[in-house]
């Protein structure tokens, strides 16, 4: 695949985004969404339905007001409030509302979080960031979470 600069330079490092939407990853953007999704295909996930169990989660959280929430078995939510919007880096996208939601493995102690934008980059541009960004949703680690089931 030709690599795409201008993809590059809009989901690296800005003003904006502090360390970027690339994190420590190497690859360029469209071999990320490339393996994101053939990652969902081997595990048999739809794409809407990861969406809807992360947007669901998100909301629960919210909705617990900071307060830890189960949202899958043995797994909790906390929502953590941010005043404000963070645009994103794809400019017909608009704003998104700042906040974040931690989603932890009570027993292994495994996490991720979930933002409203990384939810948006995934549903517009099935991009669940690279590796080393804070917010990379890795899609094993949603789906092993969240408990989702094959289609």
């Not at 190497?26 to 393996?35: A, C, G, L, N, W």
């Not at 939601?101 to 991009?127: C, N, Q, W, Y």
């Amino acid at each position: 695949m030709k690599p795409n600069t201008d993809l590059k330079v809009l989901l690296g490092p800005s003003k904006f985004s502090s360390t970027g939407y690339l994190g420590i990853d190497t690859r360029e953007p469209e071999d990320i969404i490339k393996e994101d999704l053939q990652t969902l295909k081997n595990l048999g996930i739809d794409r809407k339905k990861l969406i809807a169990a992360l947007r669901n989660a998100y909301v629960a959280a919210e909705r617990a007001m900071g307060n830890p929430v189960d949202i899958a078995d043995g797994v909790s939510a906390v929502h953590h409030e941010a005043r404000g919007k963070i645009s994103s880096p794809f400019s017909e996208d608009g704003t998104c509302q700042k906040g974040e939601a931690v989603i932890t493995d009570k027993k292994s102690g495994e996490t991720f979080i979930i933002t409203p934008l990384s939810i948006m980059l995934i549903e517009r541009h099935d991009f669940f960031q690279g590796k080393g960004s804070p917010y990379r949703t890795d899609p094993q680690v949603i789906v092993k979470l969240l408990g989702i089931k094959e289609k």
